[in-house]
């Protein structure tokens, strides 16, 4: 088998395995603002709360994207050194 194509194959899945640690990290990281006991809500914090979600939503959907790539380079990296 050709190593510059393993060679390729490795870095992809780092990569990919790195973009997806970020996406979490960049999900994780965005804290929501708490409400306290005696302030009532307003539309303003209601739309915040729901583009904090959204948002970690996309990064959550980009990370599990990511992860799936990562395994499916993985397992061909894995079959290519069994042929």
Do not use: H, K, P
Not at 29 to 35: D, T
Request: net charge positive; proline share 0%.
């Amino acid at each position: 088998m050709d190593t510059t194509l393993i060679v390729a194959l490795d870095l992809a899945i780092i990569m990919c395995a790195t973009t997806s640690g970020l996406f979490w990290y960049l999900a994780s990281r965005r804290q929501v603002r708490r409400i306290g006991r005696s302030e009532i809500l307003d539309s303003r914090d209601i739309n915040r709360i729901i583009v904090a979600f959204n948002r970690a939503q996309i990064l959550n959907r980009r990370a599990a994207f990511a992860t799936s790539a990562t395994a499916t380079l993985a397992a061909v990296r894995l079959g290519l050194d069994l042929i």
